[in-house]
C-alpha cells in the first residue's frame, strides 16, 4: 500500500487459506473513483424500467452514465455482467459498461476459479455481434507490477460470497 506499484505476494490460490484475495484490490480501485466523483454502487434500469441492480461504480453523464464492474467472481458471474453490460449499452440505457478482469498472470495468485480474461476471450465474436446504435463496451485486464514474498498477502473475504 501507498508504493505506486502493485506487488503481490506470489502465492496459489487454489488451496484453502492460500492466495491472495481480490475484494480489497476492488476496493481500493473504487475507492480512487470515488475521488474522482463516481457514484459508487449505483443502480441502472433496463429499457424496460426494470431494476439490474448495483453496479461497483456509477458515472452520470450528460445522457447516459458509464458503468463499472469489477470481477470478484467466477467465470458464471463475468458472464453475467458482460451479459447484463451488452445489453444495457445496445439499449442505450447507458452509454459505456466496462468489466475489469485480472490477466491469466495475476489470477494465478488471486482466489481460486476467479474470472479472467482467457475464459472470456471465446465469447467476444458474441458480444460483438449484439446490434447497437452506439456506445462502448469494454473488458480493461488488470495485472500486478511485480511479484514479492516481501509484501504480505491480500486478506480473503471470510463472509462466504465471492471475491475472497
Not at 453523464?61 to 458472464?79: A, L, R
Not at 449499452?89 to 476459479?113: E, H, N
Amino acid at each position: 500500500m501507498g508504493s505506486g506499484f502493485f506487488t503481490i505476494h506470489p502465492q496459489s490460490g487454489r488451496k484453502r487459506g492460500e492466495g491472495n484475495g481480490v475484494r480489497p484490490i476492488r476496493d481500493e480501485f473504487v475507492r480512487g473513483l470515488k475521488a474522482r466523483g463516481w457514484v459508487i454502487e449505483g443502480k441502472a434500469k433496463n429499457a424496460l424500467n426494470e431494476a439490474l441492480g448495483d453496479f461497483d461504480a456509477v458515472l452520470p453523464g450528460p445522457e447516459h452514465p458509464i458503468v463499472v464492474e469489477w470481477e470478484t467472481g467466477n467465470i458464471s458471474s463475468s458472464h453475467r455482467s458482460m451479459n447484463k453490460l451488452t445489453m444495457l449499452v445496445s439499449c442505450g440505457v447507458i452509454s459505456a459498461g466496462v468489466l475489469v478482469v485480472p490477466s491469466r498472470k495475476l489470477c494465478a495468485y488471486l482466489t481460486d476459479r476467479i474470472g479472467n480474461i482467457q475464459e472470456l476471450a471465446p465469447y467476444f465474436g458474441l458480444w460483438k455481434s449484439v446490434p447497437c446504435k452506439s456506445g462502448v463496451l469494454e473488458i480493461v485486464v488488470i495485472e500486478q507490477d511485480a511479484e514479492s514474498l516481501d509484501v504480505p498477502r491480500i486478506p480473503k473475504m471470510t463472509d462466504g460470497r465471492a471475491g475472497g
